[in-house]
């Protein structure tokens, strides 16, 4: 990922774009900051590899039935994980993407009508997403606000550190009420991991302890991958069909995100006294 304090050019194009007409809107994390985070260093370097990811093996034959014992196509198995995903009723995420040169951080608790991103870039850039009743909230460090959220260098230290809430339609400094709200329930998890064929199942493994089957494909259009990229959600093949385990990798770089700590009880309320973000629109607010 890139460090927004001394951004390269071709990082920023990739890592901040939303959309071909705006550059500036906070990535959707699940997929988005994964894919596009590989994309931006392979735009920029030329070496580096990715090989399998930690504490994955091949499972052991006395593990349950699996989705390709079972003849159950790849489409039917991403299908079950996502409406499994959607059924909730909470989740949290943990992710991590890696480069030669930039570790981006993400902590991540989704309900379905609300949730809660933390992101850490680099170690000392932080930002917090926010979304209850409807309404989306943001804050975050000078260097946050104006790498992720596009905020003018002059507006973002007059809101360091201050909630800014979006209501439908708001927009202020790069970023919007969608790009603030998106990624953060379940329902929109969901839908940023509703992969692209051809869709494969791997061979049976073992993730983080637990018997897992992979659907490999593409990511959703919109969601240029570098080349030989490689994107697998990792589903529980016992029990419920869980997401366990979401990566995409890249010769020079690798993102995971590690689903756990399922129906959790989530205690998530807004805050107090924000700024509101269409207020941001005029001179001299803060």
Known sequence: MVSYSRPDPAESRIIHSMSTTSRRHRPRWVILVAVAALAAVTACTSGGSSTGAKGTRPAQPSAATS????????????????????????????????????VVVLSQDSEADAGRQVFTVDGNEHATVLVVGGVGYIKGDAAALTGFFGFPAALATRVVGRWISFHPGDSAGGTNYQAVTLGVTLASVADELRLTGPLTLTAPMVVAGQPVV??????????????????TLYVAST????????????????????????????????????????????????
């Open 239 to 286: 029990g419920h069909p869980l997401p366990v385990t979401f990566q995409a990798k890249a010769a020079v770089g690798k993102a995971t995100i590690r689903f756990s700590r399922w129906g959790e009880a989530l205690h998530l309320t807004a805050p107090p006294n924000p700024i509101p973000a269409a207020s941001l629109s005029s001179p001299g607010v803060a």
């Open 214 to 231: 992979g659907v490999h494909g593409d990511a959703p259009v919109g969601h240029g991958q570098p080349p030989g990229a490689t994107v």
């Open 67 to 102: 989705a390709t014992e079972s003849g159950q196509p790849a489409s039917a198995m991403l299908a079950s994980a996502l409406a499994a995903l959607r059924a909730g009723p909470s989740v949290h995420l943990h992710g991590v993407t890696r480069s030669s040169s930039h």
